[in-house]
């Protein structure tokens, strides 16, 4: 279940030296005959953006949207670090094209970690080639855990779906993502790859749509990368799909990649699902359900696992969107806490069994008009205070 479950593909973890533990920091993707295939990418909007989120967006246009490899490194994300980690971006997308058999704009790059430190080249450099030896296509897990930061756990996917011609197709993915989540998109990297054939536009397209449903409805603590890419590689092995079916599969691999990251994210000890209905707009359900998720109050609230709808009559209240107190409709669990501007009788002991649960169930209706959103949130705990007080 990864980036190697689909055909043609091939992947590799290994140690370089990044981290200090000793843990597995370099991955490579690509495609195993070293073509290039249809490549997409969405990236961060953050306007501090680092060398290898420029790297992919020049190589990409440079290529027309083809690509045969994608280079990862973890522990140190290249952010802040001027011209001198622009070159080093390159070199590793030059490093790359030599061990794949491609030219380097067809190689894309992603780095995570701490910023404003110089990559440590003179371990990265001597590592690609052997890294490259190493692909497999049995190499997807490796890769998704020599990508992981703070991470606990590696995050992979799969999806599948009917291919036109009667066959099936193949959407893998492997991702990181633990901590500075907020859209667009989220401390996340992921990589996706298909046997699906499509092309560039389309597949820009459609990942947008994609992201647009999953990664950009997670947010842990409203804080958005330097960094952040997902980058789609497509075979088209499998041949022609229909758009729908693909851009479901997708979303569907996007969906499972960002909630094993609100699941993973640090500290966290709960995983929210906040569905926002009855808003004048989606614009407005979207507006409520991001500020409810980020406010540390509610946040608080959730790890102390109470159901005090209280906060977030509150919070939905101050978002600046339609609101009255006498239409909104609080339930924790599918039970109902407040609504008709009053809190309301439950079931004490269920709903006590629900917020003691790793995932919590939240709904709001908002009482004014047909307009819904979704977002996966996390509370706020000691532990997520202790992991981003220190830069070392």
């Known amino acids: 279940m990864s980036v190697t479950s689909v055909p043609g593909f091939v992947a590799a973890g290994t140690t370089c030296g990044i981290k200090a533990s000793g843990a597995p920091d370099l991955a490579m ?15 961060t909007s953050n306007l501090m953006t680092a060398p290898p989120v420029l790297a992919c967006r020049d190589h990409l246009a440079a290529t027309g949207g083809r690509a045969a490899a994608v280079v990862l490194n973890s522990g140190n994300a290249n952010a802040a670090t001027g011209a001198t980690g622009r070159a080093d971006a390159e070199e590793m997308c030059r490093l790359t094209a030599e061990a794949v058999g491609c030219t380097p704009d067809e190689v894309l790059v992603c780095s995570t970690g701490w910023i404003g430190f110089p990559l440590p080249m ?3 450099a001597p590592a690609i080639g052997p890294l490259g030896d190493e692909l497999a296509d049995d190499g997807g897990p490796a890769a998704a855990r020599a990508m992981m930061t703070t991470d606990t756990v590696p995050k992979s996917t799969v999806a599948t779906g009917d ?10 993915g492997v991702a990181k993502g633990a901590a500075m989540l907020e859209p667009n998109m989220a401390t996340m990297l992921a990589v996706l790859t298909t046997d699906a054939a499509v092309d560039a536009e389309v597949a820009t397209r459609l990942l947008r749509d994609a992201v647009g449903v999953s990664f950009n409805c997670l947010t842990v603590d409203g804080a958005e990368s330097t960094n952040d890419t997902v980058l789609l590689l497509a075979s088209g092995s499998a041949g022609p ?7 479901g599969a997708l979303a569907d691999a996007c969906r499972d990649l960002a909630v094993q990251m609100a699941d993973d994210a640090e500290g966290s000890t709960k995983t929210v699902f906040l569905t926002v209905t009855g808003a004048a707009s989606d614009a407005e359900a979207a ?7 980020n406010c540390q109050l509610v946040k608080c609230s959730w790890y102390g696992a109470d159901p005090y ?14 609101f009255d107190p006498e239409t909104i409709t609080i339930s924790y669990g ?10 309301q009788p439950v079931d004490e002991e269920a709903l006590a069994i629900h917020m003691a649960g790793r995932r919590l169930d939240l709904d709001v209706d908002l009482g004014q008009g047909d ?8 509370d706020l705990s000691h532990a997520y205070i202790d992991e981003n007080m220190r830069t070392s």
Do not use: C, H, N
């Open 241 to 247: 799909v229909d758009e729908v079916t693909l851009g």
């Open 371 to 378: 307009g819904s959103a979704w977002i996966v949130t996390t």
């Open 309 to 322: 709808w209280g906060r977030i009559a509150a919070e939905m209240g101050a978002a600046g969107i339609a």
């Open 163 to 172: 291919a036109l011609d009667g066959g099936t197709f193949t959407v893998g």
């Open 334 to 343: 599918g039970q109902v806490v407040y609504s008709d501007g009053i809190t």
């Open 122 to 124: 003179e371990l990265i």
């Open 287 to 293: 507006k409520g359900a991001r500020d409810t998720a």
């Open 29 to 43: 993707v690509a495609t195993a005959d070293g073509a290039p295939v249809t490549a997409a990418g969405v990236f």
